[in-house]
């Protein structure tokens, strides 16, 4: 019974996320974007407008979701064991993070609504989460060794 409530709660969460990324149209980037392109209006919106920028963005809401969802687990007992950041492992995960944040923005949007866009039945959306699956699969195949080498 153990080996299904995993798969069963992951499916239930996901689709708890995509009925709300939906109905919400929760997009990730966007607030991140509007920090990078107009830093000036974001410092404006929190002076000025902070429950308009707490509306408008999704991190603080995902922030405290997390934190949430880490509690709950190490209060069940389960051992969360924080993964070894070096330095490399930071440069790399900086990298991979702009290179997906740029396609991102590029595309219109985050991975997350991307998934909801894709299943309204967008194009767009499928050619860029084909474009991610793929590149998911090619770092597995090719990549993965490579870069555990240097680090």
Do not use: N
Request: proline share 5%; aromatic share 16%.
């Amino acid at each position: 019974m153990e080996g299904v409530v995993v798969p069963i709660v992951s499916f239930a969460v996901g689709l708890l996320a995509g009925y709300f990324g939906k109905r919400y149209q929760v997009c990730f980037v966007t607030p991140l974007r509007k920090f990078l392109v107009a830093p000036r209006i974001v410092a404006v919106q929190l002076r000025y407008d902070l429950k308009g920028f707490l509306e408008e963005s999704t991190l603080a809401a995902v922030f405290l979701g997390s934190l949430a969802a880490y509690l709950a687990v190490v209060l069940l007992g389960r051992p969360v064991a924080p993964s070894a950041l070096t330095l490399p492992h930071a440069m790399l995960s900086f990298i991979g993070g702009i290179i997906l944040g740029y396609f991102s923005m590029r595309a219109g949007g985050c991975p997350f609504k991307m998934h909801w866009r894709a299943g309204s039945g967008e194009k767009r959306a499928w050619w860029f989460l084909a474009g991610f699956y793929l590149g998911i699969i090619y770092y597995y195949l090719f990549l993965a060794d490579l870069v555990k080498a240097f680090l």
